[in-house]
C-alpha cells in the first residue's frame, strides 16, 4: 500500500521560510517522479514543483526563485524548501507521486498517489 505522509506546515509571517517533507513507502521511490501541488481557498489545486529526480526539476512561475524540491532517496522523502513566503502563498500543500521519471508532469490527472495535505498560512 502506497503512502504518503507530509509534515512541516505551519503559520508563519510573510518573508520567513518553511521546509515541507514528504515520506513515501510502498513504492519504488527512485521510479517515481515526485511532486507539491496545493490548494488555497476556494481555488483549484495547482502545480507548484517536481523533481524527477535531482537535476530535473520544474517550477511554477509564481513560485520560482524562492521555493527548491530536493529528494532524498535513502530516505524515501521529498522536500520543499519555500523562501521569501508570501500571503498568497497560503494553501494545503500536497505531495504526489506518479510512476515514471522520463518526462515532466504538471497536470493533477497525471499523479497516481497523494498525501493528505498539510497547511500552510502566511500572514502579511
Known amino acids: 500500500q502506497v503512502q504518503l505522509v507530509e509534515s512541516g506546515g505551519g503559520l508563519v509571517q510573510a518573508g520567513s521560510s518553511l521546509r515541507l517533507s514528504c515520506v513515501a513507502s510502498?513504492?519504488?521511490?527512485?521510479?517515481?517522479?515526485m511532486a507539491w501541488f496545493r490548494q488555497a481557498p476556494g481555488k483549484e489545486r495547482e502545480f507548484v514543483a517536481t523533481n524527477r529526480f535531482n537535476g530535473a526539476v520544474t517550477y511554477a512561475e509564481s513560485v520560482k526563485d524562492r521555493f527548491a524540491i530536493s529528494r532524498d532517496t535513502a530516505k524515501n522523502t521529498v522536500y520543499l524548501q519555500m523562501n521569501n513566503l508570501k500571503p498568497e502563498d497560503t494553501a494545503i500543500y500536497y505531495c504526489?507521486?506518479?510512476?515514471?521519471?522520463?518526462?515532466?508532469?504538471?497536470?493533477?490527472?497525471?499523479?497516481?498517489?497523494w498525501g493528505q495535505g498539510t497547511q500552510v498560512t502566511v500572514s502579511s
Open positions: 504526489a507521486a506518479r510512476y515514471g521519471i522520463l518526462a515532466t508532469h504538471t497536470e493533477e490527472e497525471d499523479y497516481d498517489y
Open positions: 510502498g513504492l519504488s521511490f527512485s521510479s517515481h517522479a
